[in-house]
């Protein structure tokens, strides 16, 4: 379901690709493992994604834009939940062993295959904030204390003092006020200092994930009427279509247009608990990078030796 154009491995990663890298952090199973029976871990994972699936119904039931929608969203919830319970059964059905890609791209398939194209559009917008009494200040103010599970923060200051990188890709997460109020002043400072920033984002909708046509348009409405976004100048700022359609990423997958703007990069951040710690946390790239996300699943932070709703700095730095 990713985007039409072929798609190829992101330029940065270590290589050989094959020996280095696995999207999702936490296994699921080992060769050691029986096949045919599902583990402990995959059992637990699956019903993480039965469990959500009430609420995927519920936004699905309300899309205007699908005819017959709570009909159709019932025939999600149905056959999605016979599929992972097939999982459970026979971990090697439907392509499996299931891992969390493969978990998200059969949800999103189904949603797809019945007409639903982005059931969270409603809760997307930086209004649902101010409209339900949300505040985002309240909310920076709930974060678990430092130090975190992952804190590299101190590191990552000394380099940043230095202004050492040319050019930054940041594979961004949700829509709303993390683009707005996160994103975004994080990418203007790194403009700022000097260097050229692309900002990476989802073909197609997935969950609350920004999208790449979305993403344009927030730009353009922050720009003033000079091109500059609140006084810094936008020239060396490129979005670009990632070819990604999850919620999670597997970078030997990405659009060409992303590995060509991306190959000069010295530095690479994936944002979000999905594309940052789900998948991706020991990801080893050519070059500096940084994985930011908070850890929103028990299992998570469980397998992380952390707390429910600590945050992950993840800083490397790469020496010549």
């Not at 007409?115 to 997307?124: A, P, T």
């Not at 992303?258 to 710690?277: C, F, H, N, Q, T």
């Amino acid at each position: 379901m990713e985007s039409a154009s072929e798609l190829v491995p992101f330029p940065l990663l270590q290589t050989p690709i094959e020996a280095n890298y696995r999207a999702c952090t936490i296994p699921y199973r080992f060769p050691s493992d029986n096949p045919r029976k599902a583990t402990p871990t995959e059992i637990a994972w699956v019903d993480l994604f039965l469990n959500s699936i009430p609420s995927f119904k519920q936004r699905a039931e309300t899309d205007p834009t699908v005819t017959d929608a709570p009909f159709r969203a019932q025939k999600f919830a149905e056959r999605y939940a016979e599929i992972l319970e097939d999982f459970k059964k026979d971990p090697e059905s439907h392509g499996g062993p299931p891992d969390c890609i493969l978990l998200c791209r059969i949800r999103e398939q189904i949603l797809r295959e019945l007409g639903f194209r982005d059931i969270f559009k409603k809760v997307k917008l930086a209004e649902v904030f101010s409209r339900d009494g949300m505040s985002f200040l309240a909310s920076c103010q709930n974060l678990v204390p430092r130090p975190w599970v992952i804190d590299d923060l101190e590191t990552f200051k000394v380099k940043w003092s230095k202004k050492p990188w040319k050019k930054a890709v940041i594979f961004v997460d949700n829509s709303g006020a993390d683009i707005i109020l996160g994103i975004l002043p994080f990418a203007r400072e790194l403009l700022r200092l000097g260097t050229q920033v692309v900002l990476a984002a989802n073909d197609l909708p997935s969950i609350n994930d920004v999208t790449y046509a979305e993403l344009i348009d927030v730009i353009a409405k922050l720009k003033d009427e000079n091109g500059k976004l609140m006084g810094v100048d936008t020239t060396n700022l490129f979005v670009a279509n990632s070819g990604n359609d999850l919620p999670v990423i597997d970078l030997t997958r990405v659009s060409q247009e992303l590995a060509y703007l991306a190959s000069d990069a010295d530095l690479v951040i994936l944002e979000g608990m999905g594309r940052g710690i789900e998948t991706n946390l020991y990801a080893q790239f050519k070059c500096d990078s940084l994985k930011i996300g908070m850890v929103k699943h028990p299992e998570v932070a469980q397998f992380l030796g952390g707390r429910l709703y600590d945050c992950v700095f993840k800083y490397n730095e790469v020496t010549s």
